[in-house]
């Protein structure tokens, strides 16, 4: 079993900065690949962000340049570093762990981007 914690969401005007932090429990963390997605309302799921155990990270196209994934194995947690941010990306932010064949999910962090 593996906890997930984020943190770090909020309200930020546009073009402002954010960075989302996820905390997990597992002492496996480092083989676990890590991802960001976010769920706006009315809308699914999707991926924004993800990196692998090996440091290999993809994006979403519509947050690409604007937002970093990053991971640090020896806090065991995973970052997002988002800028230049839009009233689009306006969502629940979720931490997702993968692997071992299975699936851990955060409780989900809300960012606003609203003036």
């Known amino acids: 079993q593996v906890q997930l914690v984020e943190s770090g969401g909020g309200l930020v005007q546009p073009g402002g900065s954010l960075r989302l932090s996820c905390a997990a429990s597992?002492?496996?963390?480092?083989?676990?690949?890590m991802g960001w997605y976010r769920q706006a309302p009315g809308k699914q799921r999707e991926l924004v962000a993800a990196?692998?155990?090996?440091?290999?990270?993809n994006y979403a196209d519509s947050v690409k340049g604007r937002f970093t994934i990053s991971r640090d194995n020896t806090k065991r947690t995973v970052y997002l570093q988002m800028s230049s941010l839009k009233a689009e990306d306006t969502a629940v932010y979720y931490c997702?762990?993968?692997?071992?064949?299975?699936?851990?999910w955060g409780q989900g962090t809300q960012v606003t981007v609203s003036s």
């Open positions: 990196i692998t155990s090996g440091g290999s990270t």
């Open positions: 597992s002492i496996f963390f480092s083989i676990y690949a």
């Open positions: 997702n762990a993968h692997g071992m064949n299975r699936d851990y």
